[in-house]
């Protein structure tokens, strides 16, 4: 059982199962969480996906995270009352966050955002995050790996991922794990004071495993 995590599992309903298989494919990526580990300079970590009483300490970690990073966020993350809505009424089959634990403190954190329907509805895509004193550990490059097991899981075909043109490090541990750059468009959006930065789409194709094969269609 994965206790709290199972509750905010729903239905995806666009994979080509009955309503218990697609419960069960996220509850069985699921399973495995919370997943300990060692970061590159041994550092240990706890890796689990988002829960009811992170929000404070989602707070506090998005506001250490340098504001040019987090571009993508399109709400104002000044609003604790955000981050409860996040933890305490998650959607797992729609955003899935996966946070990295350093003791009690977040250290990263990575989603699978995955689209209910249209013709993007194989494309999953992914949105990362490190805390700046963590960096060159690999935080993001396990975060990362963790989810794109959950995508193959899930069925998924392809993964995406938007980053500004600044983020040197995530573009490069991105490529690390297999992403090309699909798109680079120089001073392409605005940040919060309207300062302009690239706008880079990196993606990669997810090889299938045969007893997910067909389920992304």
């Given at each position: 059982m994965i206790g709290n995590y199972a509750l905010a599992v729903g239905v995806i309903p666009w994979l080509a199962v009955g309503q218990k298989g697609q419960t069960m494919l996220l509850e069985d990526a699921l399973e495995k969480?919370?997943?300990?580990?060692?970061?590159?300079?041994?550092?240990p970590v706890t890796v689990?996906?988002?829960a009811r009483r992170d929000d404070?300490?989602?707070?506090?970690f998005f506001l250490m995270v340098p504001e040019e990073e987090r571009l993508f966020i399109k709400q104002p993350i000044t609003d604790q009352t955000l981050f409860k809505q996040w933890c305490r009424q998650p959607d797992f089959e729609r955003n899935l966050p996966l946070l990295m634990l350093h003791g009690k403190k977040i250290i990263g954190e990575a989603t699978l955002h995955q689209r209910g329907g249209g013709w993007k509805r194989h494309i999953g895509l992914i949105t990362l995050l490190t805390h700046p004193?963590?960096?060159g550990r690999d935080v993001s490059k396990v975060l990362v790996t963790e989810l794109i097991?959950?995508?193959k899981h899930c069925g998924l075909r392809r993964l995406e991922a938007e980053i500004n043109g600044e983020r040197k490090i995530a573009l490069a541990v991105l490529a690390q794990l297999g992403f090309n750059k699909l798109m680079h468009l120089h001073d392409y959006v605005l940040d919060m004071k309207a300062t302009t930065h690239d706008y880079v789409l990196m993606g990669r194709s997810l090889k299938q495993?045969?007893?997910y094969a067909g389920l992304g269609g």
């Open positions: 969480y919370p997943l300990e580990t060692k970061l590159r300079d041994g550092t689990r996906p988002v404070t300490k989602l707070h506090k004193e963590y960096r097991h959950i995508a495993e045969e007893e």
